[in-house]
């Protein structure tokens, strides 16, 4: 289950030109496994008890990129799109990037898991040496009637601005369709060139569908970047 996007609202216009300022291309693994644990009342049947239920699928392709400019909130606007082997690709959509690892994408059109993990380390300014505190780390965090969010940074390593990070992310969607989903991800970051160049994501989703019903989904998702029009990786 994807992660809640902020609310959909018209993109601020770039101002920049027409062609791309820069391409990126990531390849992807993408993994879903879910279990659907179920309370059996036993009427009809010869006994009450729980009954589990397991699915899963796996695609891999690539991730492609735009950079298109800056818009006038600051956010840095790109187009994104998804080519993959199976199920999971996605026809270019146009997003805005913030450095608070918050998107915003045109209304209605699709926008997988694995093209949000790319998305929410784009924004400018993402690494921000002024709100890093105490231990290398970072947080943002969001709370609303509808939703809870905690975002939490890490740096444990800088080999030649090469910047190795952890993320421990957990949302909380309230109300009758609600779920918790917690993120452990591991992100290398290629300070100098100011993009991720690996990430590994592994989210785990719980939701309650119905009294005694509940879902499970764990979703594994690792993306490297492949090429960069501005050279080198």
Same mark, same amino acid.
């Given at each position: 289950?994807?992660? #809640?996007?902020?609310?959909? /609202?018209?993109?601020? #216009? !770039?101002?920049?030109?027409?062609?791309?300022?820069?391409?990126?291309?990531?390849?992807?693994?993408?993994? &879903?496994? @879910?279990?659907?644990?179920?309370?059996? $009342?036993?009427?009809?049947?010869?006994? *009450?008890?729980?009954?589990? *239920?397991? *699915?899963?699928? $796996?695609?891999?392709?690539?991730?492609?990129?735009?950079?298109?400019?800056?818009?006038?909130?600051? $956010?840095?606007?790109?187009?994104?799109?998804?080519?993959?082997?199976?199920?999971?690709?996605?026809?270019?959509?146009?997003?805005? %990037?913030?450095?608070?690892? +918050?998107?915003?994408?045109?209304?209605?059109?699709?926008?997988?898991?694995?093209?949000?993990?790319?998305?929410?380390?784009?924004?400018?300014?993402?690494?921000?040496?002024?709100?890093?505190? &105490?231990? +290398?780390? =970072?947080?943002?965090? =969001?709370? *609303?009637?509808?939703?809870?969010?905690?975002?939490?940074?890490? /740096?444990? %390593?800088?080999?030649?601005?090469?910047?190795?990070?952890?993320? #421990?992310?957990?949302?909380?969607?309230?109300?009758?369709?609600?779920?918790?989903?917690?993120?452990?991800?591991?992100?290398?970051?290629?300070?100098?060139? /100011?993009?991720? /160049? !690996?990430?590994? &994501?592994?989210?785990?989703?719980?939701?309650?569908?119905?009294?005694?019903?509940?879902?499970? #989904?764990?979703?594994?998702? @690792?993306?490297?970047?492949? @090429?960069? @029009?501005?050279?080198?990786?």
């Amino acid at each position: 289950m994807a992660l #809640a996007l902020a609310p959909v /609202v018209a993109l601020a #216009a !770039a101002g920049g030109p027409a062609k791309p300022l820069r391409h990126l291309a990531y390849s992807f693994t993408y993994t &879903e496994t @879910s279990d659907r644990t179920q309370h059996d $009342s036993g009427i009809g049947g010869p006994a *009450s008890g729980m009954a589990d *239920s397991k *699915s899963g699928s $796996s695609d891999k392709g690539e991730i492609l990129v735009d950079i298109m400019g800056a818009a006038k909130d600051a $956010s840095l606007v790109v187009s994104i799109s998804e080519k993959a082997r199976d199920t999971r690709s996605a026809a270019p959509v146009t997003c805005a %990037a913030f450095s608070n690892t +918050n998107v915003i994408c045109e209304n209605g059109k699709k926008v997988n898991d694995e093209e949000l993990a790319v998305l929410r380390l784009l924004g400018a300014k993402f690494i921000n040496t002024d709100l890093i505190y &105490e231990k +290398n780390h =970072w947080n943002f965090g =969001w709370t *609303s009637d509808q939703l809870d969010r905690s975002v939490d940074f890490t /740096v444990n %390593a800088n080999d030649n601005n090469m910047l190795k990070i952890t993320e #421990a992310r957990v949302e909380k969607v309230k109300g009758a369709q609600g779920y918790t989903a917690t993120l452990d991800g591991k992100i290398t970051y290629n300070l100098t060139k /100011v993009v991720p /160049v !690996a990430i590994d &994501e592994d989210t785990t989703t719980r939701q309650s569908i119905g009294m005694g019903d509940y879902d499970t #989904a764990r979703t594994q998702i @690792s993306l490297t970047l492949e @090429s960069d @029009s501005l050279g080198g990786n």
